[in-house]
């Protein structure tokens, strides 16, 4: 997971003692601005180009494309990783899923507003 790969990130679960709690979905405006210590909620998914590596300590950045299945552009920043596995990747709050896409994919969710999953 390497700086230019294209992946689609999905909330998982919280993890273990999270310093923030995950936002319920009736409770989190998409593009809003989150409240101080909640994160983005379970089931949150977007897709996009990473703009560093993934490493334990720094926060996961992420060029969006796609957000919840509609094609958004903007800047995802997680919490800080503190683990890292094969898919997936654990943070100060949150556990996500990851996968890597193949670049052809990623330009036909952004043209048809799909996600890679519907695929």
């Known amino acids: 997971m390497k700086n230019g790969d294209r992946v689609v990130l999905r909330k998982i679960r919280p993890c273990e003692n999270p310093a923030a709690r995950s ?3 009736s ?12 994160s983005i909620p379970i089931g949150y998914e977007l897709e996009g180009i990473l703009l560093a590596d993934i490493s334990v300590g720094r926060a996961m950045t992420v060029d969006r494309a796609v957000r919840n299945g509609v094609a958004r552009e903007g800047l ?3 919490s800080p990783v503190t683990r ?8 100060e709050n949150s556990v996500y899923r990851i996968r890597i896409m193949a670049a052809q994919t990623m ?4 043209k048809t507003g799909t996600t890679g999953s519907d695929q």
């Open 107 to 110: 330009l036909l969710c952004v």
């Open 23 to 25: 936002a319920l979905w």
């Open 84 to 91: 890292i596995f094969p898919e997936v990747i654990q943070t």
């Open 76 to 78: 995802f920043l997680s």
């Open 27 to 38: 409770e989190y405006t998409v593009g809003r601005m989150k409240p101080e210590n909640v």
